[in-house]
């Protein structure tokens, strides 16, 4: 069973950085595309950082980049996300997940893990 558990979420001024941990089972997260997604109050979610699963490379949304660092550790089997300068406008839900090839049968399977609250005031 493949589960993501999110942590490392609180409140902080305007200029803090947070770390978000998700630790993965069920599967390694070097196997498939990870990334972290976040939603505001009565916004959709939007995707702000992710790793290929394909060559590793990472992608950031252009409201984080140069702020937000994504990184994986295998041996720990957890993704991060480093935020550094945040601003009020990162205040959301950040989720993380996970896009994972099945072969038997053949298809891409989507996970989420529950979320975790990020609030930066001003």
């Known amino acids: 069973e493949v589960t993501l558990v999110e942590s490392g979420g609180g409140s902080v001024q305007t200029g803090g950085s947070l770390r978000l941990s998700c630790a993965a089972s069920?599967?390694?997260?070097?196997?498939?595309?990870i990334g972290w997604f976040r939603q505001a109050p009565g916004k959709m979610r939007e995707g702000v950082a992710c790793?290929?699963?394909?060559?590793?490379?990472?992608y950031y949304a252009n409201s984080v980049k140069g702020r937000f660092t994504i990184s994986s550790d295998s041996a720990k089997n957890t993704l991060y996300l480093h935020m550094n300068d945040l601003k009020p406008e990162d205040t959301a839900v950040y989720y993380c997940?996970?896009?994972?090839?099945?072969?038997?049968?053949?298809?891409?399977?989507?996970?989420w893990g529950q979320g975790t609250q990020v609030t930066v005031s001003s």
């Open positions: 997940y996970a896009k994972i090839l099945q072969q038997i049968p053949f298809r891409f399977l989507d996970y």
């Open positions: 790793i290929s699963g394909h060559d590793g490379s990472e």
């Open positions: 069920g599967f390694i997260v070097d196997d498939g595309t």
